[in-house]
C-alpha cells in the first residue's frame, strides 16, 4: 500500500488549504484514514481520522476549523483546512490502517508529508 499526499503550500492566517491523500497498490481494505502532523521541535499528532463507516475524530485544536473525508471508492482522503492559524504550520503526514491481502494483518502504512506553513 502506498500513500501519496498533495495539497499542501504556504497560506496567509485565516486562509483555507484542501489536502488530498490517495492510497494505491495492493490494497485489500483500508479501515481507519487519517492525517497527522509534525512541527519543528515537536512529536507528530493525530489531527483528524475517518473510519470506513465515516465515522470521525479531530485533535481539540482543529475542532470546527478542519473537515476530514474520504472517497472510499476511490480510496482517498481529504482535509479541508480553514481559519488555518501560524500554529497549523507543519509537515502533514497521511496515514491508513490498512490490509494489502485478505490475509494480511492490519497495519500502519504513511505517505511522504506535505508541508504546510501559515503566514501571520
Known amino acids: 500500500v502506498q500513500l501519496q499526499a498533495s495539497g499542501g503550500g504556504l497560506v496567509q492566517a485565516g486562509g483555507s488549504l484542501r489536502l488530498s491523500c490517495a492510497a494505491s497498490?495492493?490494497?485489500?481494505?483500508?479501515?481507519?484514514m487519517g492525517w497527522y502532523r509534525q512541527a519543528p521541535g515537536k512529536q507528530r499528532e493525530l489531527v483528524a481520522r475517518?473510519?470506513?463507516?465515516?465515522?470521525?475524530n479531530y485533535a481539540d485544536s482543529v475542532k470546527g476549523r478542519f473537515t476530514i473525508s474520504r472517497d472510499n471508492a476511490k480510496n482517498t482522503v481529504y482535509l479541508q483546512m480553514d481559519s488555518l492559524k501560524p500554529e497549523d504550520t507543519a509537515v502533514y503526514y497521511c496515514?491508513?490502517?490498512?490490509?494489502?491481502?485478505?490475509?494480511?494483518?492490519?497495519?500502519?502504512?504513511w505517505g511522504q508529508g506535505t508541508q504546510v506553513t501559515v503566514s501571520s
Open positions: 497498490g495492493r490494497i485489500f481494505s483500508i479501515n481507519i
Open positions: 496515514n491508513a490502517e490498512a490490509q494489502a491481502m485478505s490475509i494480511s494483518p492490519s497495519r500502519n502504512y
Open positions: 475517518i473510519t470506513n463507516g465515516g465515522s470521525t
